[in-house]
C-alpha cells in the first residue's frame, strides 16, 4: 500500500475533516436532543405535582366541608341529649303519660349491702 501524495492526500483529508464536522454535529445533535428531552421530562413532571396539588385542595375542600356539616350535627344533637335529659321533662311525662306519682313511704323498701 503506497501512501497517497498531492490531490489523493488533499482529498482524503477533505473527507476526514467532513467526518469530525459530521461527528460533531451528530454529537451536537444528540446533546440537544438529551436537553429538549430533559426539559419535557420537567414540563411533564411540574404538569403532574401542579395537577395533583389542586386535585387534592379540592379533596381537603370537601373534607373541610364534611368536618363542618358533622360538627354542626353533633352541636344540635348534644342540644337534643340535654333538651331530652331534663328532669322537668322527664317528671312531666311520668306523671301525665304514664300515670306515675312519687311513692309513699310504704312503698319504698331499703336494700343494705354486708360487706
Given amino acids: 500500500m503506497t501512501k497517497p501524495q498531492g490531490k489523493e492526500r488533499k ?11 459530521a461527528r460533531v454535529s451528530l454529537g451536537t445533535f444528540l446533546g440537544i436532543v438529551l436537553l429538549f428531552s430533559l426539559f419535557g421530562a420537567w414540563g411533564i413532571l411540574h404538569v403532574w405535582t401542579r395537577n395533583l396539588a389542586i386535585d387534592l385542595g379540592y379533596k381537603l375542600s370537601a373534607q373541610q366541608a364534611l368536618n363542618e356539616k358533622l360538627l354542626s350535627e353533633n352541636k344540635a344533637l348534644k342540644l337534643e341529649i340535654s333538651t331530652l335529659k331534663n328532669s322537668s321533662r322527664l317528671e312531666s ?23
Fill in 11 to 21: 482529498a482524503q483529508g477533505c473527507k476526514e475533516d467532513k467526518l469530525k464536522k
Fill in 93 to 115: 311525662i311520668a306523671k301525665n303519660i304514664l300515670g306515675l306519682n312519687a311513692p309513699s313511704p310504704d312503698q319504698v323498701v331499703y336494700v343494705w349491702l354486708d360487706e
